[in-house]
């Protein structure tokens, strides 16, 4: 198979191509096998038995030819060494390298994380504390990677007794601290939430 440059493509970037020929047909004699049933034609197993030659192997049929196809690529794809993605320029000390074409040094992948760092940190203080200065105080951080329980988080597991209290943040915002006093008024003695406020800053800040 050809690449848009006219140049083949490696056997492992053609299995999952034909693994999604196959999965479409079988999902089309699905849909056709549920139609026959609900308009009461056959019945499930009458209507699968006489489709069947359509989604199974050793018959004359596209689903039967690609198949093997499958197993071949397969075969060729686990035994055929890949191309080079990349080539050393510095083969002394290995602090960089060629990428399509492109010089990356080790200095320029350390920079990219600190300036996300950077990034991330500025996010955090001026969007989501909203220019508080809130911490939690913990030496160290908990986070079991054996543990496989379904929604299991460092920030929910019991050891981490710094994480108990949620409710900081929101303590902040319905006290009026930092940036988030627009977002409170008081009416009649109660809190409310100013409507017009919260709506803006979801605009602003891409999430409404």
Same mark, same amino acid.
């Given at each position: 198979?050809?690449?848009?440059?006219?140049?083949?493509? #490696?056997?492992?970037? =053609?299995?999952?191509?034909?693994? +999604?020929?196959?999965?479409? !047909?079988?999902?089309?004699?699905?849909?056709?096998?549920?139609?026959?049933?609900?308009?009461?034609?056959?019945?499930?197993? #009458?209507?699968?038995?006489? =489709?069947?030659?359509? *989604?199974?192997?050793?018959?004359?049929?596209?689903?039967?030819?690609?198949?093997?196809?499958?197993?071949?690529?397969? %075969?060729?794809?686990?035994?055929?060494?890949?191309?080079?993605?990349? $080539? &050393? %320029?510095?083969?002394?000390? &290995?602090?960089?390298?060629?990428?399509?074409?492109?010089? @990356?040094?080790?200095?320029? @992948?350390?920079?990219?994380?600190?300036?996300?760092?950077?990034?991330? !940190?500025?996010?955090?203080?001026? /969007?989501?504390?909203?220019?508080?200065? =809130?911490? !939690?105080?913990?030496? %160290?951080?908990?986070?079991?990677?054996?543990? +496989?329980?379904?929604?299991?988080?460092? =920030? *929910?597991?019991?050891?981490?007794? %710094?994480?108990?209290?949620?409710?900081?943040? @929101?303590?902040?915002?319905?006290?009026?601290?930092?940036? *988030?006093? /627009?977002?409170?008024?008081?009416?009649?003695?109660? $809190?409310?939430?100013?409507?017009?406020?919260?709506?803006?800053?979801? !605009?602003? &800040?891409?999430?409404?």
């Amino acid at each position: 198979m050809l690449k848009e440059s006219g140049t083949f493509k #490696e056997p492992k970037e =053609l299995t999952s191509l034909i693994s +999604k020929f196959e999965y479409c !047909i079988c999902l089309t004699f699905l849909c056709e096998i549920n139609d026959r049933v609900s308009q009461k034609k056959e019945d499930r197993e #009458e209507a699968c038995i006489e =489709l069947q030659h359509w *989604f199974t192997e050793n018959n004359y049929s596209t689903f039967a030819s690609l198949h093997p196809l499958q197993h071949m690529a397969s %075969a060729i794809a686990y035994d055929s060494p890949g191309l080079p993605r990349f $080539l &050393w %320029a510095d083969t002394e000390n &290995w602090r960089s390298l060629y990428h399509e074409g492109n010089l @990356i040094t080790f200095d320029e @992948i350390c920079q990219i994380f600190q300036d996300t760092e950077k990034k991330l !940190i500025k996010t955090w203080e001026k /969007k989501v504390l909203g220019g508080l200065s =809130l911490s !939690i105080p913990c030496k %160290a951080i908990v986070d079991n990677l054996t543990n +496989k329980d379904v929604g299991y988080s460092f =920030l *929910f597991d019991v050891k981490n007794t %710094a994480f108990k209290d949620c409710t900081h943040l @929101i303590h902040e915002v319905v006290r009026g601290k930092g940036s *988030f006093g /627009k977002f409170v008024v008081v009416r009649e003695g109660s $809190l409310s939430w100013n409507a017009s406020s919260v709506e803006s800053s979801n !605009i602003e &800040w891409g999430t409404g």
